[in-house]
């Protein structure tokens, strides 16, 4: 079996975000956001299923004027994950989600700042048993807290989160999960990791405003990874230029990746490739996890460019197929089960894939019990002509050493 490591959890309260609970040790959670105008509730439910489909278990809509409230109000009954109004500077758009009847609000404490408003809003919340999420974000912080000689720095942004939460605690609500995103991965890392310290709210990760793919996929990964693997962090956003189901999809992934939360997705290893390779292993890589993970193959499958080396360095995939002299060799579990020509290789890896889901290794097994015997003749033809046309030094890299060698000497 692999190793997978596990990550410490950061004790946390529990809340629920409708039928979703959040900290308390459940499992970590992807958001998204709608990129609709919530008034046009249908554009925005088909969006939402799509998200859904993808991996979110929450999403956000804008709650920024009435008539995005209403289409809220039409929504919420219909969505197949809870919702999340996203209210920004109207304390009333807030009221007006609530009445939409919202499962969560997000507010932002840099622009709705009267405390008489703040306080307003918690009431209404906790008196409908509403969580909401403090989301200080480092582009629009408190003005107030601005140090005009270090500009956004992590002590402000968490002074923003615990300033708000004072006002929800003064009117004894407590249904809060907390964020302090930045653009900037170490100052999002840092100022997450000093909330971590004070409070036991659950908190939800991301690094706004990241960009498009595939940068802002590696900044959201690099600071929630992070965070992660100390154990920080109840549910995460990835916030990308991009359609969200990449969000939804990137969020989904790095928790299975992390081993957080249970596999859903194919995990598709496959060589790099080098001068060994017999089979353009880049493109039959793209179309094997294109096909696979429209299917939600929960495998681990490898694509592997020779035989000489492929089974051996993939023997801990379910599945894998390895090329080899126009013909793909198909292995489950490191044994070799089956020969396939190199055009059917991809369908090939998906019915095995399909019927190892379905029945299980052993099943696989037992049905290559007669080609057996003879797949491992045809791999072995195949690893000794690949041998024998570009020996030990397929790169040549052994070659060039010597010869720098000489040039030294
Ligand atoms: S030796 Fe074979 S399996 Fe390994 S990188 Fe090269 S082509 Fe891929």
Same mark, same amino acid.
């Not at 929504?75 to 989600?97: E, K």
């Not at 690893?383 to 397929?394: E, K, Q, W, Y």
């Given at each position: 079996m692999d190793f997978q490591a596990r990550f410490p959890r950061r004790p946390t309260r529990q809340i629920m975000v409708g039928s979703v609970p959040v900290g308390g040790g459940a499992p970590v959670t992807v958001q998204s956001m709608t990129v609709t105008k919530t %008034? $046009?509730?249908?554009?925005?439910?088909?969006?939402?299923? =799509?998200?859904?489909? !993808? /991996?979110?278990?929450?999403? &956000?809509?804008?709650?920024?004027?009435?008539?995005?409230?209403?289409?809220?109000?039409?929504?919420?009954?219909?969505?197949?994950?809870?919702?999340? %109004? $996203?209210?920004?500077?109207?304390?009333?758009?807030?009221? =007006?989600?609530?009445? !939409? /009847?919202?499962?969560?609000? &997000?507010?932002?404490?840099?622009?709705?700042?009267?405390?008489?408003?703040?306080?307003?809003?918690?009431?209404?919340?906790?008196?409908?048993?509403?969580?909401?999420?403090?989301?200080?974000?480092?582009?629009?912080?408190?003005?107030?807290?601005?140090?005009?000689?270090?500009?956004?720095?992590?002590?402000?942004?968490?002074?923003?989160?615990?300033?708000e939460l004072s006002y929800f605690t003064e009117v004894g609500f407590d249904l809060v999960k907390i964020s302090v995103k930045a653009s900037n991965v170490p100052l999002m890392i840092d100022a997450y990791r000093r909330l971590a310290e004070v409070t036991d709210h659950p908190l939800h990760l991301g690094v706004t405003e990241a960009g498009p793919p595939p940068v802002g996929v590696v900044k959201s990964t690099a600071g929630i990874a992070a965070l992660l693997a100390e154990g920080i962090g109840d549910t995460i956003r990835y916030s990308l230029t991009a359609d969200p189901v990449e969000e939804a999809r990137a969020g989904r992934w790095l928790l299975e990746a992390m081993g957080l939360r249970e596999r859903r997705n194919v995990d598709l290893i496959a060589c790099p490739s080098c001068g060994r390779a017999e089979v353009d292993v880049f493109s039959i890589a793209s179309e094997a996890m294109e096909a696979l993970e429209s299917r939600q193959i929960p495998l681990q499958v490898a694509v592997m460019g020779c035989v000489v080396n492929g089974p051996g360095e993939a023997r801990h995939a379910d599945l894998g197929i390895a090329a080899g002299n126009r013909r793909g060799h198909l292995f489950v579990k490191g044994q070799n089960v089956a020969v396939v020509g190199e055009d059917e290789m991809v369908d090939t890896l998906v019915e095995w894939a399909e019927l190892i889901c379905e029945q299980g290794p052993d099943a696989a097994l037992e049905r290559a019990r007669g080609m057996r015997a003879e797949?491992?003749?045809?791999?072995?033809?195949?690893?000794?002509?690949?041998?024998?046309?570009?020996?030990?030094?397929?790169?040549?890299?052994?070659?060039?050493?010597?010869?720098?060698?000489?040039?030294?000497?």
């Open positions: %008034a $046009d509730h249908e554009a925005t439910l088909a969006q939402i299923y =799509a998200l859904a489909g !993808a /991996g979110a278990d929450i999403v &956000r809509c804008t709650c920024n004027r009435p008539e995005a409230a209403e289409g809220l109000a039409r929504i919420v009954p219909r969505s197949p994950v809870p919702i999340v %109004a $996203d209210v920004h500077n109207s304390h009333r758009m807030a009221l =007006a989600a609530l009445d !939409a /009847g919202v499962h969560c609000l &997000r507010l932002n404490p840099g622009n709705i700042r009267n405390p008489a408003h703040i306080k307003l809003v918690a009431r209404e919340c906790r008196d409908r048993g509403v969580p909401v999420r403090i989301g200080v974000n480092g582009g629009s912080l408190d003005p107030d807290l601005y140090d005009p000689e270090r500009g956004v720095t992590p002590e402000a942004m968490v002074e923003s989160a615990l300033r797949a491992v003749r045809a791999a072995e033809e195949d690893r000794r002509r690949n041998l024998a046309v570009l020996g030990s030094d397929a790169n040549g890299a052994e070659a060039a050493v010597a010869g720098i060698r000489r040039g030294r000497g």
